[in-house]
């Protein structure tokens, strides 16, 4: 495609978008072009899916005014938030992360100036670094499908590696919501083998396939309450009253971090620290307070202090058994 037909493209564009509208006469005089060209350049936006229509009432042709954002007057620290959020996320491969990539790039050509300088300046002294994050690779076109599925209230056939029941599986689903939680990107679905809802982690989906079936939304379901009080993402049906006591060398780094929305904390006089939560389960929780090793004692319930006990047992029976000599 030549440079002429590109820079008529772009004023085709800009005028259907105006508002007013154009017959093919009109739209051939201000481009200086034929009625036949102009009907060549309408099908060049409808392959590149730019929503042209023909008002029949106006007999002239239009874009939806919707369909490109009107222009944004960002202040600086607005836009420096969202260029880092869009383009400059490090350490994490996660959907949508190549579309905002784009769009900062998009955002940042338009900026003003003096305000692009200046963004421009403080983003080279700025990196935002993500926890380590389950990998996303290739899986946009899944997020997008999945995403007008949940939208379009689509019935799904998933095929899905199953780590709970260690094997592959196969389900239709009502796909409900995407959620990224933790370290990865999940849809909460309510799946036909299971007969309840369930979580299914996008990076384990095998293939999508999404039916012209549609559903209705679950009567009596509250998708914010789904993960209930578990301490991540798997409630296991009973609530327990949790109390650790934190060494002083942790202390501090484990406080300023809300781990849990019911978590309380209370210093003592020796620098350590009472940290309380209200969990649904003990499996999770039991990982994580095993992740601080001796810095960490579980007071109460019993049943926690007797799962940390067996399992640092078996932590440490399986360093004695492969001891060499």
């Given at each position: 495609?030549?440079?002429?037909r590109?820079y008529?493209?772009l004023?085709?564009?800009?005028?259907?978008?105006?508002?007013?509208?154009?017959t093919?006469?009109?739209?051939?005089?201000?481009?200086e072009?034929?009625?036949?060209?102009?009907?060549?350049?309408?099908n060049m936006?409808?392959l590149?899916?730019?929503p042209?229509?023909?008002?029949e009432q106006?007999?002239?042709?239009?874009?939806?005014?919707?369909?490109f954002?009107?222009?944004?007057n960002?202040?600086?620290?607005?836009?420096?938030?969202?260029?880092?959020l869009?383009?400059?996320?490090?350490?994490?491969?996660?959907?949508?992360?190549?579309h905002?990539?784009r769009?900062?790039?998009?955002?940042?050509?338009?900026?003003?100036?003096?305000i692009?300088e200046?963004?421009?300046?403080?983003?080279?002294?700025?990196?935002v670094?993500?926890?380590?994050?389950?990998r996303?690779?290739?899986?946009?076109?899944?997020?997008?499908?999945?995403?007008?599925?949940?939208?379009?209230r689509?019935?799904?056939?998933?095929?899905?590696i199953?780590?709970h029941?260690?094997?592959?599986i196969?389900?239709?689903?009502?796909?409900?919501?995407?959620v990224?939680?933790g370290?990865?990107w999940?849809v909460?679905?309510y799946?036909?083998?299971?007969?309840?809802?369930r979580?299914?982690?996008?990076?384990r989906?095998?293939t999508?396939t999404?039916t012209?079936?549609t559903?209705?939304?679950?009567?009596?379901?509250?998708?914010e309450?789904?993960?209930?009080?578990?301490?991540?993402?798997?409630p296991e049906?009973?609530?327990y009253?949790?109390?650790?006591?934190?060494?002083?060398?942790?202390?501090?780094?484990?406080?300023?971090?809300?781990?849990h929305?019911?978590?309380?904390?209370?210093?003592?006089?020796d620098g350590?620290?009472d940290?309380?939560?209200?969990v649904?389960?003990l499996?999770?929780?039991?990982?994580?307070v095993?992740?601080?090793g001796d810095?960490?004692?579980?007071v109460s319930?019993?049943?926690?202090r007797r799962?940390?006990?067996?399992?640092?047992?078996s932590?440490?029976?399986?360093?004695?058994?492969?001891r060499r000599?």
């Open positions: 495609m030549n440079v002429s590109i008529r493209l004023r085709l564009v800009t005028m259907l978008q105006s508002g007013k509208g154009y093919a006469s009109e739209l051939a005089g201000e481009l072009v034929s009625r036949r060209t102009v009907f060549r350049d309408l936006l409808e590149a899916h730019i042209y229509y023909f008002d106006a007999r002239a042709y239009r874009i939806n005014q919707h369909f954002l009107p222009p944004v960002l202040t600086l620290p607005e836009a420096l938030s969202m260029l880092l869009t383009g400059r996320l490090k350490g994490g491969s996660l959907p949508l992360m190549s905002g990539a769009a900062a790039v998009k955002l940042e050509s338009v900026l003003p100036a003096s692009r200046h963004v421009g300046s403080l983003l080279d002294k700025v990196n670094a993500l926890a380590p994050t389950s996303h690779d290739e899986l946009d076109d899944l997020f997008d499908r999945l995403a007008g599925a949940v939208r379009q689509r019935i799904c056939r998933l095929v899905y199953s780590f029941e260690r094997r592959q196969s389900t239709f689903v009502h796909p409900l919501r995407l990224f939680h370290r990865a999940y909460i679905a799946s036909a083998q299971h007969r309840q809802i979580t299914f982690k996008l990076g989906i095998r999508l999404v012209e079936r559903f209705s939304w679950p009567r009596d379901v509250k998708l309450d789904h993960f209930g009080q578990a301490w991540s993402m798997i049906g009973k609530l009253d949790v109390h650790l006591r934190f060494a002083r060398q942790v202390a501090g780094n484990v406080a300023e971090v809300q781990w929305p019911s978590q309380q904390v209370a210093w003592r006089d350590s620290m940290y309380r939560v209200r649904d389960g499996g999770e929780i039991s990982w994580w095993l992740g601080y810095q960490v004692e579980v319930p019993a049943p926690l799962r940390i006990t067996e399992m640092a047992g932590v440490t029976a399986m360093y004695d058994g492969g000599t």
